[in-house]
């Protein structure tokens, strides 16, 4: 069946940007890409082949993020970030590591509760878990504290069938032009590898998007490049803009058109007033889809080459737009809702500017009803 809301996703862009990425830091920093949410909304099935091949290791938020992965062939280096305390209480949650344990996890512990719930799934397993702690270095977020580490450390390496392979830390501040508080959990996260890293071999990695482009002294072992394998630029505020491709673009089609007088209002509220007779089509496209109700008003999306204006508000699944300067528009042709092309005034970056949000929020957002195809 066909879908009325399609996303193109390229895969040779984000090809590209793994390789930019790859360029940028160096041949000794592994590339632990942020495969969560379903690839930031883009679809995890289409663009895992791709990460695979151009990455050593994945990370993801969930258990079950994690078990898709497996469950899709992926056999390489998953980090999940959320911790045991994560999972459901009780039996449930002991079933469920023991689940990721097996199937090669690598579980991020930051409690001396972590510990124990990890230590005993994989003692009843007879295997040895691996684990990294992550290190709260000023972002107040998940994480051990920094000056307490020490603590958590000892009863990681007092656990026979716990095994410590990494320290990770994430900031606050790196999409930032100032980079002082970013400097500071540096020195904080130095301070602790210092500490901890003894005998043990551990990946250290701390750099997410902002970091790894802006910021080399950050790239340690390993970066966990988000946003930017998606092909958007963390911020505007770095210093360092590598050439990144965007990887969506999505299309609907105008449903409907017709021909209103002059003074005719439209949409919930009856926000915009026409001053002349106009010829208006309807696109299915709405908030249901991730296409943001505060955009109403504000955005255009592109039909037969020309930038036409959304009239009134976004509505659940559709909006109203002016075709009244293309009369050549058909019902069934195609509308381009959001741009690949970070320049035009519907890409994703500027449809966040205009909401008031980040990149991460668009795309993030991108509803059940879009079927995503792959495109080189």
């Known amino acids: 069946m066909e879908a009325h809301l399609v996303a193109e996703i390229s895969v040779g862009a984000v090809r590209h940007n793994l390789r930019l990425l790859r360029s940028h830091v160096g041949p000794d920093v592994r590339?632990?890409?942020a495969v969560k949410a379903d690839c930031y909304g883009?679809?995890?099935?289409?663009?895992?082949?791709?990460?695979?091949?151009?990455?050593?290791a994945m990370a993801v938020a969930t258990a079950d993020e994690a078990?898709?992965?497996?469950?899709l062939g992926y056999t390489g280096e998953i980090l999940m970030f959320f911790t045991p305390s994560s999972?459901?209480?009780?039996?449930?949650?002991r079933e469920t590591l023991k689940e990721l344990i097996s199937n090669n996890v690598t579980l991020t512990v930051v409690s001396a509760d972590d510990v124990e719930a990890v230590a005993?799934?994989?003692?009843?397993?007879g295997v040895e878990a691996s684990a990294h702690i992550k290190v709260d270095t000023g972002m107040g977020r998940s994480g051990v504290l920094h000056d307490v580490v020490g603590d958590l450390l000892s009863s990681v390496r007092r656990e026979p069938s716990l095994r410590l392979t990494g320290l990770y830390?994430?900031?606050?501040?790196?999409?930032?032009?100032?980079?002082?508080?970013?400097?500071?959990?540096?020195?904080?996260?130095?301070?602790?590898?210092?500490?901890?890293?003894?005998?043990?071999?551990?990946?250290?990695?701390a750099a997410n998007s902002a970091a790894a482009i802006d910021l080399p002294v950050s790239h340690f072992d390993m970066i966990r490049p988000g946003i930017a394998v998606y092909g958007y630029q963390p911020s505007d505020e770095i210093q360092t803009v590598l050439p990144l491709r965007p990887c969506l673009r999505l299309t609907s089609i105008v449903m409907q058109i017709k021909d209103i007088t002059a003074g005719s209002s439209v949409g919930y509220g009856l926000t915009h007033t026409f001053d002349r007779p106009s010829r208006v089509g309807l696109v299915p496209v709405?908030?249901?889809?991730?296409?943001?109700?505060?955009?109403?008003?504000?955005?255009s999306m592109r039909i037969a080459g020309a930038d036409v204006p959304v009239c009134g508000r976004v509505a659940m699944d559709q909006v109203i737009v002016d075709l009244t300067d293309i009369p050549s528009v058909r019902i069934g042709q195609e509308a381009e809702v959001i741009s690949a092309d970070p320049s035009e005034p519907h890409s994703v970056e500027n449809l966040a500017s205009l909401a008031g949000t980040i990149p991460y929020e668009i795309t993030c957002g991108l509803g059940r009803r879009i079927r995503r195809v792959p495109v080189e």
């Open 87 to 93: 999972l459901p209480i009780g039996g449930r949650a």
């Open 42 to 56: 883009h679809g995890l099935e289409i663009l895992l082949p791709v990460i695979a091949e151009e990455s050593d």
């Open 120 to 125: 005993c799934a994989a003692g009843e397993l």
């Open 31 to 33: 590339i632990c890409p």
């Open 286 to 299: 709405g908030y249901a889809d991730g296409y943001p109700r505060n955009l109403s008003g504000e955005v």
């Open 67 to 71: 078990m898709e992965l497996r469950q």
């Open 169 to 205: 830390t994430h900031f606050a501040t790196a999409d930032e032009s100032d980079k002082s508080y970013t400097h500071a959990q540096l020195d904080n996260f130095q301070r602790v590898v210092d500490t901890c890293r003894g005998g043990d071999d551990l990946t250290i990695h």
